[in-house]
């Protein structure tokens, strides 16, 4: 044997072929390339973008507090405190542009009556059917004039008034008026009569 001649190291393999392992190659944060994690060779590992992701948050609320603010609007009567037997009114509450020949309205639940009070003023009412009822066969088909009185009509427990040249009072002025509804069950009578009290203003 020559000197320069070297022995194979026993159990080495001489021959390194294609198919040999190549170890991974850490990055250069310490952690180990996609192809340790199963992913695709080549493929980019997804970093988050915490700053996109804060802006995301920030406008998603944004979003949800409009739609809350929006659902929760008050429109119309909505938000205002009438008693349970109070079905509707007008004008409504805080009307701004009232006439001054404005009907006052209140509609009531069935079995109620009631009497108004406007600005301070107790108004006479009047029943329908005490002022309707008793025509006569020749003026069937004429038209029948309402009273200068509030009218209460029982069978829609509904009572109005507008002002007229007769009435008490013949318009509202510009600017603001109280409206008082005294109510009550029928079968409980007027002693237990509650009462509700609301603004209106005339342009």
Not at 79 to 93: C, F, K, N, T, W
Not at 176 to 184: G, N
Request: proline share 6%.
């Amino acid at each position: 044997m020559s000197d320069t001649d070297v022995d194979p190291v026993e159990g080495a393999d001489t021959d390194i072929g294609t198919d040999a392992a190549v170890p991974a190659v850490p990055d250069l944060d310490g952690d180990t390339t996609p192809d340790d994690q199963g992913a695709e060779p080549g493929a980019a590992r997804r970093r988050i973008d915490w700053g996109l992701l804060v802006a995301c948050l920030v406008i998603a609320g944004g979003l949800v507090a409009i739609a809350w603010g929006v659902g929760s609007a008050i429109t119309g009567s909505d938000g205002i405190d009438r008693p349970d037997a109070i079905e509707d009114l007008s004008p409504v509450e805080n009307a701004q542009q009232a006439f001054q020949q404005e009907q006052i309205m209140v509609d009531l639940e069935f079995g109620y009556e009631a009497e108004l009070i406007v600005d301070g003023i107790e108004l006479p009412t009047s029943r329908i059917g005490e002022f309707s009822g008793d025509l006569t066969p020749e003026s069937a088909g004429t038209q029948v004039s309402a009273p200068p009185t509030a009218v209460f009509d029982p069978g829609n427990s509904i009572i109005t008034f507008r002002p007229s040249d007769d009435a008490l009072i013949q318009s509202y002025s510009e600017g603001r008026h109280t409206v008082q509804v005294v109510f009550w069950k029928t079968d409980e009578g007027r002693e237990n009569a509650r009462s509700y009290r609301w603004s209106f203003d005339v342009v």
